[in-house]
């Protein structure tokens, strides 16, 4: 079991069918998966339904794809058909969708099988995958260590050779910073470049749907398969999807690439910091430049980003009052007691949280002191990103300033979890794509993740800039001790 790619060779070449394919990584999930808890819902029964399927559609030759028979994973805030859809809340434990996500259809389009629904913090709030309502998801480098969040499960299944690729979510850095402490491949695409029709809104100015996998040529494959437009969301764009597998033997040679220093130094450990700069290195010998940037509202993106998400948050998941949607409380004598308890009971501490931030900043009196200012930041460091690509084609930097961190270290200090994210909100305040691949290990076996940022929409430089360099490497190609307790 290995790269989506491997999958689909020997699919091609009868080495193994699907069948036999979903089989082995079902064996996997149920030897491996009571100890990460990556997945909340398996789906073997439909799993394997699906792989019949497939194997009969390779034997007739028609429609094949490079996902055809392929088993994959989907983050647990996306519609499936005959899944529940729970975003890891009690609030909607026991909710069945009528409908199919848009990303995931094209990926059941494309012949594709879904193993099942992988853990997630609470409606996607979180950065450690430690806020789920049905129990934390281990990073398999170091199963005393978070997997990152929000996209922690499929990060985790990923990794942990679960599936052979998975789909997440990335609101503030919830696929990039998951895969750099999981030593993995995440794609967040530009803001509408990803139909999020079927995703359950979290922040819906800022959520995009990405692939999670071994390597760059496999994110291209699962992007080129969801990308593209979608009637059904209005902030679908309506452009071109380009030959994402054809851009990645381009090269770097001429390439210009931006180096902020409002990425390093302070607050980024040595390791992380080492480990990004020797990767540049690495990409100035294949004939790119570096040019010295200055993105100077930087210092502002996490507290902007937490003063917009929770305020969209609010917004969105209002609807769960235990009357229109979601988990009812039993307790109560009147309508007040239904919807205080059934939200009380329902959503857990850190939802809460952000809901209480949220609907502050939108009050009466304080929405022009706090949202509207929040706003216009945004707009401030968007105009950093446009400045900066009048010079530079892509932007790096560390995913993460720090490797993973310890189950438990940063629950009682939610600020400390938020910076988590420092390196990654401002690419989703602005609307960009970014990508974060393996660029090295610790001394103690941990991943350290480099980030790569392009303009709107050139999701194919990035992929051919991560490309060229993965190529240089090995980090990609290691493998965790499944199982294996480190401490």
């Known amino acids: ?14 080495e193994r069918t699907s069948v036999a394919l979903t089989e082995a990584y079902l064996a996997a999930m149920h030897a491996h998966n009571p100890e990460l808890n990556a997945y909340l819902t398996t789906a073997g029964d439909l799993a394997l339904q699906q792989a019949r399927q497939a194997d009969e559609q390779r034997r007739s030759g028609r429609n094949l794809t490079p996902l055809t028979g392929v088993p994959l994973a989907i983050k647990d805030v996306m519609h499936v058909p005959g899944l529940p859809t729970s975003c890891a809340s009690k609030m909607l434990a026991q909710f069945r969708p009528t409908f199919t996500a848009t990303a995931v259809q094209r990926l059941l389009d494309a012949g594709a099988v879904i193993l099942g629904k992988t853990n997630m913090d609470e409606f996607a709030m979180g950065a450690s995958t430690e806020h789920s309502a049905f129990g934390v998801t281990r990073n398999p480098w170091d199963v005393e260590r978070t997997p990152g969040g929000s996209s922690g499960g499929s990060a985790t299944a990923v990794a942990a050779e679960l599936c052979a690729g998975a ?10 910073q998951p895969a750099s402490f999981c030593g993995i491949v995440g794609l967040k695409p530009t803001y509408g470049r990803v139909s999020r029709y079927g995703l359950v809104a979290f922040a819906s100015s800022l959520d ?18 969801i990308a593209g437009h979608d009637p059904a969301d209005s902030t679908s764009l309506a452009v ?55 993105l100077p509202h930087t210092k502002y993106a996490v507290p902007c980003y937490y003063i917009i998400a929770p305020a969209e ?15 009812r409380s039993t307790h109560g004598e009147d309508l007040h007691d239904l919807y205080f308890n059934s939200r009380s009971e329902g959503f857990g501490p850190e939802v809460t949280r952000r809901l209480i931030i949220g609907t502050f900043v939108l009050s009466s009196g304080y929405y022009d002191a706090y949202y509207q200012q929040a ?37 009682d200090d939610p600020v400390q979890m938020y910076l988590a994210d420092i390196c990654t909100v401002s690419c989703n305040l602005a609307g960009l794509p970014g990508i974060s691949l393996p660029c090295g290990f610790t001394p103690a076996g941990l991943p350290i993740g480099l ?12 992929l051919r800039v991560a490309h060229t360099y993965e190529q240089q490497q090995t980090w990609h190609t290691r ?3 499944v199982g294996t307790k480190s401490i």
């Open 1 to 14: 079991m290995t790269t989506i790619a491997e999958c689909s060779r020997q699919l091609a070449t009868g």
């Open 167 to 176: 789909l997440g979510s990335d609101t503030g850095g919830s696929i990039r």
């Open 208 to 225: 995009q749907i990405g692939p999670m996998t071994h390597t760059v040529e496999d994110a291209a494959v699962l992007l080129q398969t």
């Open 240 to 294: 071109p999807v380009p030959d994402y597998q054809a851009a990645l033997t381009q090269g770097v040679k001429g390439l210009r690439i931006g180096v902020p220093e409002e990425y390093f130094g302070s607050g980024t450990d040595a390791q992380v910091e080492s480990a990004v700069r020797a990767a540049l290195g690495v990409l100035t010998e294949m004939g790119a430049t570096l040019t010295p940037i200055h």
């Open 313 to 327: 948050a609010s917004a969105n998941l209002a609807r769960y009052d235990g009357v229109r949607y979601g988990y």
């Open 375 to 411: 706003q216009r930041v945004r707009t401030l460091i968007a105009r950093d990103f446009q400045a900066a690509f009048e010079h530079v084609d892509v932007i790096c930097t560390p995913t993460t300033p720090t490797t993973a961190f310890r189950l438990g270290e940063k629950l």
């Open 451 to 462: 980030q790569i940022m392009g303009r709107h929409l050139d999701e194919a430089t990035l």
């Open 479 to 481: 493998r965790p001790n």
